[in-house]
């Protein structure tokens, strides 16, 4: 352990966090959650691949991969649990929900820290549900249903599995609409609600509470530092929310795993007619065809826990004498054609194989690879002044004004 993390760990209380090596937390006591709302839409493995390959699109090169998701929800559905999604309306005023997610680096680890990893012994709970637990238990209330903290392959697989191992629904919506880098691009803070308290809860099974820091910004430092000690694996639930919390405005994104859902689907039919599922994607989610060439390159970073790179791609067909750079911190966040700004944050950008339509993640592109760039416009928050301060283009170093897609 290098002197910052032991002075992370050390002064962490000063915060109001406690860190501690935990037992495993009891079942959340939800009276009655098991047999579910009667809205509720039960989801099968179809509509779980369609979520995940929609979810991929809508990550923009970060939340994690297709394979991820799957392999995170495997479990689930080889012991045979129901996963379900629930609409927000059906959601009571005092029925609560809370948000359990990973965060980490995609950045992979050195052979050093693989083997001072490999030497710490692991929990048998999985750390992201210990970390839902963790919260109800110290709430004292029970969850109803989950919220997704983002949508990505596997930040959205995280959520329904914990879901699933619980026996409760999955919130039809999620707090970005999108992937997103740091923590504090929110819709729920951006509301003017309060994500705290928050639990936390490592691989190793080191667990803590957040209770209070001395500005929302510290909140992504804590976790950050806490993930980097946690093999860029850290468990997090925060957002404890009930429904009469979630129904004000703009404190969720609705409809988006839904929607993620729509898009997934369209590809799948499309290939299965034998159509353009490239086109069949954009226009079911409503985007623009940036762009498509072949990949020249992507070197990328570890940037503070970061991955931080940028993809240059060679256009082809009517893009033949054009080329495009798209700048990534975990997710896609900026884009130029032959130097000119193409796409400003908080727009989506995601770059899909230009065959299968299938997205891809940061940072795996092959040299030679044909890739077709598409542009979605962000959910109405995030283009608001506030929105904009947490999520637009001077938030990222960049000098240009924010101009939407």
Known sequence: MTDSRRSFLRNAALLGVGVSALPA?????????AAGHPDEVKLDRTALEDILAGC?????????????????LSPELDAGRPLRLLPVAALGDDEWVASPYGIGSLAPQSEEDRARFAAL??????NVEASFRRLSLFLG????????GELGPWSTAAALSTAARLGIPLLDA?????????????SVAVAGMSTLPLAAVSPFGDALILEKVGADARIEDLLRALSVASAGDLGVTDAALSGRDIRRTGALITGTISRARALGRAVRESVAAGTDPVEALRAAGAGQRLFHGTVLDCPWHDN???LVGELRIRGSGEFASSDYRIRFKNENIVAWKDGAVSVLPPDLISVVDSRTALAISNPEFEPGRAVTVLGFPAPAIWRTPAGLRVFGPAHFGLEEAYRPL
């Open 174 to 186: 999620d707090r970005v609409g999108r992937a997103t880098p740091e923590a504090t691009q929110d």
């Open 25 to 33: 937390v009891a079942p959340v006591s939800a009276d009655g959650a």
């Open 304 to 306: 503070a826990g970061f």
């Open 121 to 126: 012994p692991r929990a048998k709970e999985d």
């Open 141 to 148: 209330r029970p969850f109803v249903a989950v919220v997704a």
């Open 56 to 72: 991929a699109v809508l990550g923009c090169g970060g939340g994690g991969t297709y394979a991820e998701g799957l392999a995170r």
